[in-house]
Every structure is written in C-alpha cells, then in structure tokens.
C-alpha cells in the first residue's frame, strides 16, 4: 500500500471520531461537518509530503475547529459565536478521547429527514464515502447528491436535534435505517462498487466495529444480532476471495481452509443463539444461509435445499430483486439451471441492465450448455459493471467458451 493510500485510509476512519468530537464540543453538525471536510482535504495535501503528525486525530480536530471558527468569524451576524468558540477552543495537544461515532451514526438517521437523505448523510459522515461515490450508489448525479447532503444537514439543525444517543423507544423508531446504513457500508467495503480493487477492508471493519458497539447497546435486539452475524460469516471468506494479482475468485472456488474459522464460529454461534428466539427478520435470514455456505467443507456440499427454503422465507419478510435473484441461483442447484433461468425471466423488467442479472444468467446458461449464449451475457455483464475485478473476471469466463461461431 503508497503512503497516499495509508493516509487515505486513515482520514476515512478517523473521519467520524472527529466530526463526533466537533459535534458534541460545539453543535451546530451541518458547520461542523464542512469544517472536518476542509479539514480532511488539507491533511489529504499536507500529509503525504510532510509526514503524518504525532497525533493525526488531533491534529485533525485541531483543524477542523479552526475552520470553524474562522466560518463564524467570517459572519458578522453571527460574532457571538465566535466568542464562544474561542472560549472552547482546546489548548493545543489537548483532544478528547471519545468515540461519538455511534451517536453520530443516530443523528443522521433523525426522523426528520427522509430515508434517502438519512443513506446519504449516514454514508458521508460516518462511512466516509465521499459525495461522488454515494452519486454512484444512488445513481444520481453528483451535484444532485451534493444538494441533498446539504438539505439534510439543514434540515437537522432546523430540527433542533441534540447530539446524544437518542432515548429507548427513538432509538427502536430509528434502528431500521441504522442497520440499513451499517449494511450498505459493509457492502461497500465487500464488493466495492468501482475502482481497481475488489474490495475496502477499511469500509467492511468500520461497519463490522459499529455494528458490534450497536449489539453491546441493544444485545436483545434480534435483527442487530442477525446483522452482525452476517457481517462475520461474509467477511470470514475475504481471505480467499481474491489471488495474489487481485483477481476475484468465485464461492465455488475458494480454498476453504483460508477462511477466518474464528469468525465463523462466533457468526453461527449468534445464528443459533438468536434465531430460536427473536421475531425473525431479513438479516437473520441471510445470516443463516450464510452459515450454511460456511458450515460446508466443499462447495458440493452445500445444502441447497436448505438454502432455497431460507430464501423462500426472505422473500416473504424482504421481498425484492436481488433477493429473487439469488434465490434463482439456489433454485437451479436443487432442480437444475433451466428452472434457475426461468425464474430470472421474472426480472427482465425490474433488473434490466443490471450486470448481476446477466452475470447469473450467464452461468445458469453455461450449466444448461448454451455456450454462445452465456458468452453473449457474460460480455453484457461485464460491459455493465464498474469494478474492474469483476469486469476482467466475467471477460475470462467469457474468453474460456471460445470464439463465437463467425468471428
């Protein structure tokens, strides 16, 4: 990893602590959070020609804080404020040392935003993705992304929200975003959705060390409990998902023994504590077919059936595409890849261009030997997807079927 790469990664985790700290110190998050976003750009130019500081939290706290005087001082209706900043400034070296991160991750998720707003803050102010990346995620374009981030920061100071771990039932109304924001870091991190690299380890253990503080606060909450497991049993396979040059391997393929056995362990002890007694729900559903793939020693001994049923019953609690998309999978591996294609032929409207969906169909065809035509969608899908180990995996299974007849 370049130096540019480590301080990268650093300025993304430490990115929460200090708006955290901002927040709590002074208020006012929307100020806040653009004065750790300049903050973070002068460490992005400084950092790797001058040498990390002693203490890159504080300096970065340090920073932030004196951009944010420097914006209230810059407004004269607002001089109070700038009295009272100058009067909380810390002497220097002097940085606290409290992770707000999760009373962060709440305040974004306020009610008084939309859920996509709530996303969209949640991702840039605790998952560090920057407002180009959550564009791309929510495919739309950046400018409009940017507007929406500054609405919604608006629209919590007009709110008048306080910045401390909402009480017990506020927390309930708010978890279900929560652990929506946690997950769809997580994927991120997983299977980053553009660039070199298949995936962000700094994204997937930030949104795995969230989700563990969640779960220490509401241990009795089943689908919290669900989430966290299924963040364990996917994240044991990272391991062996990739070859040393970064190309992806796929499930089937993976040497087994490298997977984390300590994670699986402590993901299918959760499962199994969890499931016989909470309501169940989407991630404990999808925390336990991930068990099931984990559990087995070889790709063929997998228990499809189990895993068909499990997504029977998801698709009952969470219906949706992907869901049906995956359950065609495990549908062709119980009564054959003809009866998997069928079912994809359900999502030709709602997953159109999609590059998942012609990525499985491609495989599916290739089981059912129509070599020309899983060629044809391999190369669709990889037209289509903007991770490059992805693009250069589906090319090769592509290339492998041979030349097309006429070329």
């Not at 995620?137 to 507007?147: G, I, K, N, Y």
Request: glycine share 6%; net charge negative; hydrophobic share 45%.
């Amino acid at each position: 990893m370049t130096a540019d790469a480590r301080a990268e990664d650093l300025l993304r985790s430490l990115a929460p602590q200090v708006l955290g700290a901002l927040v709590r110190r002074y208020g006012h998050f929307d100020a806040c959070e653009d004065a750790v976003q300049e903050a973070l750009l002068a460490a992005a130019r400084q950092w790797p020609q001058e040498g990390l500081p002693e203490s890159p939290r504080g300096w970065l706290i340090t920073v932030a804080s004196r951009r944010l005087a420097d914006h209230w001082r810059s407004e004269e209706a607002r001089r109070h404020r700038e009295e009272a900043v100058a009067a909380l400034e810390p002497p220097p070296g002097e940085t606290p040392d409290r992770d707000d991160t999760l009373t962060l991750l709440f305040l974004c998720c306020h009610p008084a935003l939309s859920a996509p707003s709530q996303l969209a803050l949640t991702l840039r102010a605790v998952g560090g993705l920057t407002t180009a990346e959550i564009a791309h995620a929510f495919l739309v374009p950046e400018s409009t992304m940017a507007q929406r981030i500054s609405r919604a920061k608006q629209r919590i100071r007009a709110a008048g929200a306080r910045f401390d771990l909402p009480h017990e039932t506020e927390r309930a109304e708010r978890l279900r975003v929560v652990l929506q924001v946690l997950y769809l870091i997580f994927n991120e991190g997983y299977t980053a959705s553009a660039g070199p690299d298949l995936q962000r380890t700094d994204l997937t253990a930030e949104a795995i060390r969230l989700t563990r503080e969640l779960h220490r606060l509401m241990p009795e909450d089943g689908e919290t409990t669900g989430l966290l497991a299924l963040m364990l049993l996917t994240d044991a396979r990272r391991p062996a998902r990739t070859r040393t040059d970064g190309s992806l391997v796929p499930l089937a393929e993976q040497d087994r023994a490298a997977w984390d056995r300590a994670a699986i362990k402590e993901g299918t002890d959760l499962v199994a504590a969890t499931l016989p007694h909470a309501v169940p729900g989407p991630y404990q559903l999808q925390a336990a077919i991930a068990a099931v793939h984990d559990e087995a020693e070889r790709a063929e001994d997998t228990d499809w059936l189990q895993i068909l049923g499990l997504y029977g019953l998801l698709e009952r609690f969470a219906p949706g595409p992907m869901v049906t998309l995956n359950r065609a999978v495990a549908l062709a591996m119980v009564d054959g890849p003809l009866a998997g294609l069928a079912l994809l032929a359900e999502l030709d409207d709602t997953l159109r261009g999609h590059h998942r969906l012609d990525a499985v169909r491609a495989h599916l065809l290739e089981q059912a030997g129509d070599p020309e035509a899983a060629r044809t969608a391999y190369r669709a899908a990889a037209r289509r997807t903007t991770s490059l180990p992805e693009r250069r995996y589906l090319e090769s299974r592509a290339a492998r079927l041979g030349r097309p007849s006429g070329e």
